[in-house]
């Protein structure tokens, strides 16, 4: 295989604690490229969140850098990055309204004012979820909270990004939903021709398998190719069979 220009690639990022002096993710180089799913699991607080929003930019970070292509992302482009590396939060945050609100409330940013929602394209998400339209409909304050998962990840989907920072996604599904959201996920994966990439944090090492093609995993805020990694037999993708 052709090594190609990264999508994103950390160098030597770092996150600090600054007010309790705790270095929460140590320096720390990742690179993922188009085709890449890559699964991380590690203990509770050993920084895999920290890790997801380091990398989408949410919190600034206290050294190193990202490129995004090649190129160091300037401050005035993060919007237009967050666009494109999405941030599915471990805890989705709804606004007060339906779940039809709910995703049609990005198309309201200015970053998404050059697109419309589509109600046939999130009714057909939903259904993939195992919902029926009727879900649009319902109320954000009375979902589950594995139904608000669901709303997080089509909100996202709906807006195509090239890549998925999955922070336990289908920790609140039951193993059905939860599989019905892994094939959401891999649609998503496959109409991206090989140029869409994620980053999936799971606690489920059965899950962690499926759905990573390069297992790494995290300890006291250190990145590292999981202990298993070259024990377990890596099933050999469509890609690289031919
Ligand atoms: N903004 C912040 N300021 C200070 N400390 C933080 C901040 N964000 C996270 N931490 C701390 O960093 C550590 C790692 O947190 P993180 O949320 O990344 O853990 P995690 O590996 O995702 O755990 P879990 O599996 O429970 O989700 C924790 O000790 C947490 O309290
Ligand atoms: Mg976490």
């Given at each position: 295989?052709?090594?190609?220009t990264?999508i994103?690639?950390?160098?030597?990022?770092?996150?600090?604690?600054?007010r309790h002096?705790?270095?929460?993710l140590?320096?720390?180089d990742?690179?993922?490229?188009?085709?890449d799913?890559?699964?991380?699991?590690?203990?509770?607080?050993?920084?895999?969140?920290v890790?997801?929003?380091?990398?989408?930019?949410?919190?600034?970070?206290?050294?190193?850098?990202?490129?995004?292509?090649?190129?160091?992302?300037?401050?005035?482009?993060?919007?237009?990055?967050?666009?494109?590396i999405?941030?599915?939060?471990?805890?989705?945050?709804?606004?007060d309204?339906?779940?039809?609100?709910?995703?049609?409330?990005?198309?309201?940013?200015?970053?998404?004012?050059?697109?419309?929602?589509?109600?046939?394209?999130?009714?057909?998400?939903?259904?993939?979820?195992?919902?029926?339209?009727?879900f649009?409909?319902?109320?954000?304050?009375?979902?589950?909270?594995?139904?608000?998962?669901?709303?997080?990840?089509?909100?996202?989907?709906?807006?195509?990004?090239?890549?998925l920072?999955?922070?336990?996604?289908?920790?609140?599904?039951?193993?059905?939903?939860?599989?019905?959201?892994?094939?959401?996920?891999?649609?998503?994966?496959?109409?991206?021709?090989a140029?869409?990439?994620?980053?999936?944090?799971s606690?489920d090492?059965?899950?962690?398998?499926?759905?990573?093609?390069?297992?790494l995993?995290?300890?006291?805020?250190?990145?590292s190719?999981?202990?298993?990694?070259?024990?377990?037999?890596?099933?050999?993708?469509?890609e690289?069979?031919?």
């Amino acid at each position: 295989m052709m090594t190609a220009t990264p999508i994103v690639q950390a160098e030597r990022i770092v996150r600090r604690d600054t007010r309790h002096g705790k270095t929460l993710l140590q320096p720390t180089d990742f690179a993922l490229a188009g085709g890449d799913r890559v699964a991380i699991t590690g203990p509770s607080g050993s920084g895999k969140s920290v890790l997801l929003r380091a990398l989408a930019l949410l919190d600034p970070l206290d050294d190193g850098r990202l490129r995004w292509h090649g190129r160091a992302v300037r401050r005035a482009a993060i919007p237009r990055y967050r666009r494109e590396i999405a941030y599915i939060r471990q805890r989705p945050a709804l606004i007060d309204g339906t779940v039809e609100d709910n995703l049609r409330y990005p198309f309201s940013l200015r970053v998404y004012r050059d697109l419309q929602f589509n109600r046939a394209a999130v009714e057909m998400l939903a259904a993939h979820a195992g919902r029926d339209a009727g879900f649009l409909e319902r109320h954000a304050s009375e979902l589950s909270g594995g139904e608000a998962q669901i709303v997080a990840l089509i909100r996202v989907l709906q807006l195509a990004p090239q890549v998925l920072l999955l922070d336990e996604p289908t920790a609140s599904l039951d193993p059905e939903s939860a599989l019905a959201s892994e094939a959401l996920i891999t649609a998503w994966f496959d109409d991206g021709a090989a140029a869409r990439a994620w980053v999936w944090v799971s606690h489920d090492a059965a899950q962690a398998a499926r759905v990573g093609k390069r297992q790494l995993t995290m300890r006291a805020g250190v990145l590292s190719a999981a202990a298993s990694e070259s024990l377990t037999a890596v099933p050999i993708s469509k890609e690289s069979a031919q």
